[in-house]
């Protein structure tokens, strides 16, 4: 168990709105320290379990083989109140700067829709206007973190939480790791929501089906991870599924589940369960139907 209460802490500080952070010195390396957030729906939490979804959701990635941010659980005691916080490595310790996909999409003179617009559309038009990089490897970058998104239930990806590194000296830009993964597997489910979705059939199509939808839209819709992945309207979103499917190991997905610390047998089960429902309902059905 790491207990980050003593840690050095920097003067370095971080945007976003979910959760308070604090940038701490951990083994010599920077990270950033997220604590848990007020749950902003189900009032019966007093702390949603967005670190253990940040730190299983970062590690889902890992898995798969996409470059992701390092994460640590551990705990942090405050006023006499222990907390359990996820360490994220800071990636930009080595003096890149981190420029997310919204700033690119702000270069975009003829877009008619500012950086954090979700408009499909429009990120594409940005995705194959942008000069910064390859067209082609920034549109499998992002199906690809999509297709992973919609396994593990991510409602939050939107312009500002994916992005780039760009080098002052060199002036070179290149893909950030994939992070800010907090919004994954029901952060705000508690112990009753987790027994009744293992329990009932239609609390589990619910979980599949219905929520969480992307932050993404279609005509300002969000998109639902089934009914878009299904359709198979996009090629190059079936390419990446094509890639990626194959590259997801249960055996180990649910060993990452196993072995996070801190959390019970029945949030072992929920997320371990939610987890084969959504890649056997929303990804192996749609891929059944591209290989027909």
């Known amino acids: 168990m790491i207990d980050f209460t003593s840690l050095p802490v920097r003067n370095k500080t971080y945007a976003g709105a979910n959760g308070s952070k604090i940038s701490v010195i951990y083994n010599g390396e920077q990270y950033m320290l997220k604590f848990p957030t007020?749950?902003?729906?189900?009032?019966?939490?007093?702390?949603?379990?967005?670190?253990?979804?940040?730190?299983?959701?970062?590690?889902?990635f890992e898995s798969i083989g996409l470059p992701v941010q390092k994460t640590l659980l551990g705990i942090y005691t405050r006023n006499g109140r222990q907390?359990?916080?996820?360490?994220?490595?800071?990636?930009?310790?080595?003096?890149?700067?981190?420029?997310?996909?919204?700033?690119?999409?702000?270069?975009?003179?003829?877009?008619?829709?500012?950086?954090?617009?979700?408009e499909l559309s429009d990120i594409l038009m940005t995705l194959e206007a942008q000069t910064a990089i390859d067209p082609q490897v920034l549109t499998d970058w992002f199906w690809d973190i999509f297709i992973v998104d919609a396994l593990i239930g991510n409602w939050d990806r939107h312009n500002g939480n994916w992005g780039f590194l760009y080098n002052n000296n060199t002036d070179e830009i290149s893909l950030a790791p994939v992070y800010d993964c907090g919004s994954c597997l029901f952060p705000q489910a508690n112990e009753e929501i987790m027994r009744k979705t293992l329990e009932d059939p239609s609390e589990r199509d619910l979980r599949v089906f219905e929520i969480p939808l992307s932050g993404i839209k279609i005509n300002g819709q969000k998109i639902r991870y089934f009914d878009f992945l299904s359709s198979l309207q996009n090629k190059d979103c079936n390419r990446a599924l094509q890639r990626i499917l194959p590259r997801i190991d249960m055996i180990k997905i649910n060993k990452i589940v196993e072995e996070t610390p801190f959390i019970s047998d029945l949030q072992k089960t929920f997320y371990k369960t939610i987890l084969k429902e959504r890649k056997e309902r929303i990804l192996d059905f749609s891929y059944q139907r591209l290989s027909h």
């Open 38 to 60: 007020v749950p902003s729906r189900n009032k019966e939490m007093s702390y949603t379990n967005g670190c253990v979804s940040e730190y299983i959701g970062c590690h889902i």
């Open 83 to 118: 907390k359990i916080v996820v360490a994220c490595k800071d990636f930009t310790a080595s003096g890149l700067v981190l420029q997310d996909f919204a700033s690119l999409k702000n270069t975009m003179i003829d877009s008619v829709h500012n950086g954090y617009g979700t």
